[in-house]
């Protein structure tokens, strides 16, 4: 019984993170990014802001290595110093629709679907206040 019960616990937590609602990809024939862009797979660090940090892995990736057009992401951060207690994640598409993709505590790590397009924006937010902490844009570069 002792064993079953954080098992369970597991599972729905599991079963909770899988049902986030994915933000829809870019419209056929949207402009991908063609700018320069760090390495595939290069992690993407917003510059410190005080002492809140936060990164978005790989920030960057080569459109002929993404499924569908989309990669999967790891956003990570740490506000504990900056005295925040929980924050939001939000994620804007090229065509500017912003969804709210987590809420968390001051520190934190998540990993996104297969749904991170090329220009996607990660808002890094003080719960609460929607105070503005950090953002980074996923970028992509062509193939050659």
Known sequence: MKIK???????LVTVVGCSQEAPPPPAAGAPAAQAAAPAPGAKQVQP?????????????FRL??????????????????????EVALYVTNAKGERKL??????????????WVFPDSKF???ERGSEKAIAELTVKAMPCE
């Open 101 to 114: 993709w987590l809420n968390g505590g001051a520190s934190g790590e998540s990993t996104t679907g297969n």
């Open 123 to 125: 808002e890094l937010v």
């Open 5 to 11: 019960l954080p098992l369970i616990a597991l599972l």
């Open 48 to 60: 410190p802001i005080g002492d809140a940090t936060f990164s978005i892995t790989p920030g960057s």
């Open 64 to 85: 002929c290595d993404a499924e569908n057009g989309a990669i999967t992401s790891t956003a990570k951060w740490d506000v504990t110093a900056t005295n925040v207690a």
